[in-house]
């Protein structure tokens, strides 16, 4: 009988992965390790990570092990996984922010195992064809860096970030597409060179939600000779740049400054280190058309 169950069971999970697969299309599976301990857990995980007809997720409780059946067209494990920390499960990818795991229930907080690797060695997705196995983990030493570099004030994990940024920013100032494409590939790698789990838990929280949104950005800017749409993706880059700014502190004040002409009058923001108006977007032409609207760090 047992072996007639277990059959079964494995003929109805075969029979779930090709239903799964059939109503996703350009279907990739990813196998990965995500903590939880209840059937709250499971609903909140397979919840996350579910996006309509582009994304299913299928978790075992038991063995923690979470099916990823994605539209490669669409999306990507990432995206998935990072959904899936932001809701406080850590996984072998993205860990969840302190503050949100804190805020789970306590019957939903499970033992985590997780720390992160160094930068040389970094958490990857586990496929089907491969496992890896799980570092040993504990998560005080993440929580002890963030506050550390908070108590800097300076030279914590964006400095580099922000500086490349304010760089940027003046390339444009100076209605220079080259140096300004430049300056967006230096900001690339300074946004690749952020160490997440270093961040303090608000960081933490905002730059998995803003991270993709840089780097599409500052790559739009590097690939693109016209200053017009260059200022374009500069104006985006901004609003998000803004949003971990506001959570974070550089030892220094941080102007939002406001472009009231820019895009057919609907406006646009910018960061400065300088309280005078220096206007990206229209450089030379207005430079000082604008005015600051909030003062960061003070």
Not at 87 to 108: H, T
């Amino acid at each position: 009988m047992k072996s007639i169950s277990l059959i079964g069971m494995v003929s109805l999970v075969l029979l779930t992965n090709v239903t799964i697969h059939a109503q996703i299309k350009n279907a990739k599976t990813a196998t990965v390790k995500v903590f939880g301990n209840t059937p709250a857990a499971k609903a909140v995980i397979e919840g996350e990570g579910k996006s309509g007809k582009s994304a299913q997720v299928e978790w075992d409780r038991e063995t923690n092990m979470a099916t990823i059946t994605y539209d490669a067209s669409k999306t990507n494990a990432d995206e998935i996984l990072k959904r899936i920390a932001l809701a406080g499960f850590d996984n072998e990818k993205f860990l969840a922010p302190d503050d949100v795991y804190a805020q789970l229930p306590k019957a939903d907080q499970y033992a985590r195992t997780l720390k992160p690797k160094a930068e040389s060695q970094p958490m990857k997705v586990i496929s089907q064809d491969g496992q890896r196995s799980m570092p040993a983990a504990d998560h005080s030493a993440h929580q002890a860096a963030a506050e550390t570099d908070a108590g800097k004030g300076k030279d914590t994990q964006l400095t580099n970030l922000l500086n490349q940024y304010f760089a940027l920013k003046d390339a444009l100032v100076k209605t220079d597409a080259s140096a300004a494409a430049n300056k967006a590939a230096l900001l690339q790698e300074a946004i690749k060179a952020v160490n997440m789990n270093k961040l303090a838990p608000a960081e933490h929280t905002v730059w998995m939600k803003v991270m993709d949104n840089l780097t599409t950005d500052a790559a739009a800017i590097t690939k693109s000779k016209d200053v017009t749409k260059q200022r374009v993706a500069f104006a985006s880059l901004s609003l998000k740049l803004y949003e971990l700014a506001k959570v974070s502190s550089f030892g220094s004040p941080v102007y939002y400054q406001h472009c009231p002409m820019f895009n057919d009058g609907k406006g646009a923001n910018w960061l400065s280190k300088e309280k005078a108006v220096k206007n990206p977007f229209y450089g030379s032409q207005m430079i000082t058309c604008g005015s600051t609207v909030e003062t960061l760090n003070k």
